[in-house]
């Protein structure tokens, strides 16, 4: 038996399991298993590794995208670029450290992109929002992240100004504000300043319309939000996992 699974804490708001599960029933894959391993701490990987020598493979969610790091043996060029791990192989106790949602984003956004979305806001200053910089980089558009605080080349939500989200022209939620339950949360951008011209993209997927996305859509702009990105960084995972690419 193959095992497979899934790290972070808490993870009653995962979509991995449910997505595996349906893959191995769809596509008739025999032998395989995914599991949720909700663990308090990271430090408690190496117990969870000891105790599951099936482990093939794991993927990471909030809060140790980061927190990992130091328990992998190797991480890709884009994991260590990044600073951020959602995706990790495993063979003969060897522990590769990737990341997918890279994979994902790029994507799910490439064909929503118009001439004018050459610059980004990027909300949040997490592990997703680091591989979302990376995405954007990637695909040379210019970026600004935006926190609750200034600082590390983050600048502070009052600094919005109409000019500075006439010029940003794509956003993109990498914070869990709007998440099932906590619904009526959403950063605080000034939404007046939103127009036709604007791509907002929530990584957020439950609800499939947050907050944020409904005032973006009120002002007329395109949204988006995360569940292609999850169904794609997934799949490039098993694509990982199996040797497929």
């Known amino acids: 038996m193959k095992i497979y699974g899934l790290i972070g804490y808490p993870l009653s708001h995962s979509f991995s399991k449910g997505f595996f599960k349906e893959k191995f029933e769809k596509e008739n894959i025999a032998g395989c298993l995914y599991e949720n391993f909700p663990i308090p701490a ?3 990987l190496p117990n969870l590794l000891a105790q599951q020598p099936q482990l093939q493979g794991l993927n990471v969610t909030i ?3 980061e927190a990992v790091i130091p328990y992998l043996d190797e ?5 260590a670029q990044i600073g951020a791990v959602n995706c990790i192989q495993i063979e003969n106790g060897r522990k590769k450290g990737y990341n997918t949602d890279v994979i994902g984003f790029s994507k799910s ?3 929503l992109l ?3 979305h050459t610059h980004a806001l990027v909300l949040g200053t997490g592990g997703a929002a680091k591989a979302i910089m990376y995405a954007l980089q990637q695909l040379g558009i210019a970026y600004t992240v935006v926190s609750r605080k200034a600082g590390n080349g983050a600048v502070p939500y009052e600094s919005l100004t109409q000019s500075v989200m006439e010029q940003h022209t794509l956003i993109v939620n990498t914070t869990p504000l709007g998440m099932y339950p906590q619904v009526d949360t959403l950063p605080e951008i000034p939404y007046q300043h939103l127009t036709s011209r604007h791509l907002l993209y929530d990584l957020v997927y439950n609800p499939a319309e947050t907050a944020f996305l409904q005032k973006g859509a009120a002002q007329g702009a ?4 995360g569940h292609e990105m999850l169904i794609l960084q997934a799949e490039a995972s098993w694509e990982i996992w199996n040797h497929l690419v």
């Not at 991480?75 to 994991?79: D, F, M, P, Q, T």
């Open 42 to 44: 990271i430090t408690e």
């Open 63 to 65: 809060p140790y995208k």
């Open 75 to 79: 991480l890709s060029k884009a994991a």
């Open 109 to 111: 956004l490439q064909p």
């Open 114 to 116: 118009q001439p004018q």
């Open 222 to 225: 395109a949204v988006k939000n």
